[in-house]
């Protein structure tokens, strides 16, 4: 069981709106930054969001990344059949002195 | 671009040790920011942090493998290197080598190498 908590699959039409949730305790996403990642099947994860809510270069402004107290939130506009993937959040965790992640959350564009 | 290469066996026996070395190329690992590391993601599961490396050799494991792993770095050949020992099966992977922003990336991980599966078998 994954220290954060996201919600296994979440699914829209092409030109909608998706929002994945990251939920976690003030030992972690409380008091640390959060970032956010996208994986293929069958490639290794790749960075969509740090800092909370910065876009590395080439990531287009469609994702976007927000925090509240102990919840982060991926949220991806215009979806696009090529969005179909993998989304985990990630964090450190103070208490347990280590990075953790979100199980992942599999993105579907119906 | 900063690019990064894991190179290991792809097969280990249980019980004995999984060596792998990530080598960077177009970029330096002397870094005062940035941490080195690894990552591994069992088969059609999530992701699990194995541990980081600062450029001067400081190191920070996941305490669950604290006890088995060993993270070095050599800065003249901008390689680091990871040792697991007294594999099982559960520690059949992808293994990641990246670039960590802050020791457990919590500012971001990027890049990632490829990744490369090992499998713990007899």
């Known amino acids: 069981q994954s220290v954060l908590t996201q919600p296994p699959s979440v699914s829209a039409a092409p030109g909608q709106k998706v929002t994945i949730s990251c939920s976690g305790s003030?030992?972690?996403?409380?008091?640390?930054?959060v970032a956010w990642y996208q994986q293929f099947p069958g490639t290794v994860p790749k960075l969509l969001i740090y800092?909370?809510?910065k876009r590395p270069p080439g990531i287009p402004d469609r994702f976007s990344g927000s925090k509240s107290g102990t919840s982060a939130t991926l949220g991806i506009t215009g979806l696009q059949t090529g969005d179909e993937a993998d989304y985990y959040c990630?964090?450190?965790?103070?208490?347990?002195?280590?990075?953790?992640f979100g199980g992942g959350t599999k993105v579907t564009v119906l | 671009q900063l690019q990064l290469q894991e190179s290991g066996p792809g097969l280990v026996k249980p019980s004995e040790t999984l060596s792998l070395t990530c080598s960077v190329s177009?970029?330096?690992?002397?870094?005062?920011?940035?941490?080195w590391g690894w990552i591994r993601q069992p088969p059609g599961k999530g992701l699990e942090w194995i541990g980081s490396?600062?450029?001067?050799?400081?190191?920070y494991y996941n305490p669950s493998l604290k006890s088995r792993i060993t993270i070095s770095i050599d800065t003249s050949k901008n390689q680091f290197s990871l040792k697991l020992r007294s594999v099982i099966a559960a520690d059949t992977a992808v293994y990641s080598c990246?670039?960590?922003?802050?020791?457990?990336?919590?500012?971001?991980?990027?890049?990632w190498g490829q990744g490369t599966l090992v499998t713990v078998s007899s």
């Open positions: 990246a670039r960590f922003d802050g020791y457990g990336g919590s500012r971001g991980i990027d890049p």
């Open positions: 177009r970029g330096s690992l002397r870094s005062s920011r940035f941490y």
């Open positions: 490396i600062s450029y001067s050799g400081s190191t």
């Open positions: 003030s030992s972690n996403i409380g008091n640390n930054y």
């Open positions: 800092d909370d809510t």
């Open positions: 990630g964090t450190w965790d103070n208490s347990l002195t280590t990075a953790v």
